[in-house]
């Protein structure tokens, strides 16, 4: 089972930027494919972005042209930068890790764009 911790959530001011981390305990590079999901209070978990193991990359429209999904293989974490945050951008962010026909969540990261 690999296991994802995330970091990098907090308090930001709208029009503010917040990077978040994902560290796997498994090498990232024979991942399927590393994605970040997020759940706002009373809405369903909903795909934010996701790499595949070719480099594909997908986001959901609402974050198009804001967010940046990377991955460091050598450190076996992957991110979400998060620029020109909106209040509906608050929720809680959880990694998610494909692999073997399996999968992993992480423990979520508390993001809240407020002023």
């Known amino acids: 089972q690999v296991q994802l911790v995330e970091s990098g959530g907090g308090l930001v001011q709208p029009g503010g930027s917040l990077r978040l981390s994902c560290a796997a305990s498994?090498?990232?590079?024979?991942?399927?494919?590393m994605g970040w999901y997020r759940q706002g209070t009373g809405k369903q978990r909903e795909l934010v972005a996701i790499i595949g193991s070719g480099g594909s990359i997908n986001y959901a429209d609402s974050v198009k042209g804001r967010f940046t999904i990377s991955s460091d293989n050598a450190k076996n974490t992957v991110y979400l930068q998060m620029n020109s945050l909106k209040p509906e951008d608050t929720a809680v962010y959880y990694c998610?890790?494909?692999?073997?026909?399996?999968?992993?969540w992480g423990q979520g990261s508390q993001v809240t764009v407020s002023s």
């Open positions: 998610k890790a494909f692999y073997m026909g399996r999968s992993s």
């Open positions: 498994g090498s990232i590079s024979r991942m399927n494919a």
